[in-house]
């Protein structure tokens, strides 16, 4: 049972639904080894339930998480954190390993940890209220997942700007640099983040899981289309896309994941 996160998943497995992973260990959802191993195990149920279309995670209406838990890391000596530090990497990246969309929705802070795992998702949704920042370096640390993603999402040159001073960035800021996605006001994250996840309730999920791997295969990302691509037309939903597309155009429903 976890005690820092919450998964609701669809009801039924054989109707296609949203799921919300919420972080939720009050007052500041401060990320700890714990944590980013409970939402990790999350994020593979999701990933293997057959009726999951796409993936919200949220904090709570005032904080998305207010960043690394310090207490923990403070007690680690180079051989503790040597052991953990795979494990807490490989946490932290969870989100793109999820075959179905995934979208962030944050509101308050989103710092350290926090944003390292925000990064992974597809899609940002952030309040007007935001403080975003990967500030591990105030502490004498580095990201130990999110620096990699955070120069291929914005740059290197704003990556460095972001992880050498850590400073906080605002929502506007954000936007423009291309760290988040939309921007709404604080009271509206969650409902933005369920309309942007409803659209693929209709999609084709193993397309979507294609398209998905291709964007995570990197530098790898030519030849893993090419596996991807081919590996579709043994799916019952190429037959009936292309077939519906040919006598309708494109809008087909029904897809299965089959």
């Given at each position: 049972m976890a005690e820092f996160v919450t998964l609701d998943l669809p009801a039924d497995a054989t109707t296609r639904g949203v799921a919300v992973l919420r972080v939720d260990r009050p007052p500041l959802n401060l990320v700890d080894a714990q944590l980013a191993r409970e939402v990790a195990a999350a994020a593979e149920r999701v990933a293997a339930h057959p009726g999951v279309s796409a993936l919200i995670v949220y904090g709570d209406e005032r904080v998305f998480s207010a960043g690394d838990?310090?207490?923990?890391?403070?007690?680690?000596?180079?051989?503790?954190?040597?052991?953990l530090a795979a494990d807490l990497q490989?946490?932290?990246?969870?989100?793109?390993?999820?075959?179905?969309?995934?979208?962030?929705?944050?509101?308050?802070?989103?710092?350290?940890?926090?944003?390292?795992?925000?990064?992974?998702?597809d899609h940002r949704i952030v309040g007007d209220n935001v403080k975003l920042g990967l500030n591990q370096i105030k502490a004498g640390l580095i990201p130990l997942s999110g620096i990699r993603r955070l120069s291929l999402l914005i740059g290197s040159a704003a990556a460095k700007d972001l992880v050498y001073t850590g400073r906080f960035?605002?929502?506007?800021?954000?936007?423009?640099?291309?760290?988040?996605?939309?921007?709404?006001?604080?009271d509206d994250v969650l409902s933005a983040a369920r309309a942007w996840a409803a659209q693929f309730v209709t999609a084709a999920p193993r397309a979507l899981a294609a398209a998905k791997a291709v964007f995570e295969a990197g530098p790898h990302g030519h030849s893993r289309a090419v596996a991807e691509w081919s590996a579709l037309f043994d799916t019952e939903d190429v037959r009936r896309g292309t077939l519906g597309y040919l006598a309708q155009g494109p809008g087909i429903e029904g897809f299965t994941g089959r």
């Open positions: 838990d310090m207490a923990e890391l403070a007690a680690l000596d180079a051989g503790q954190a040597a052991a490989s946490a932290l990246g969870c989100l793109a390993r999820v075959p179905q969309p995934t979208v962030a929705a944050i509101t308050g802070y989103c710092l350290g940890g926090g944003l390292e795992l925000a990064l992974g998702a960035v605002g929502a506007d800021e954000a936007l423009r640099l291309g760290l988040v996605d939309e921007v709404v006001a604080p």
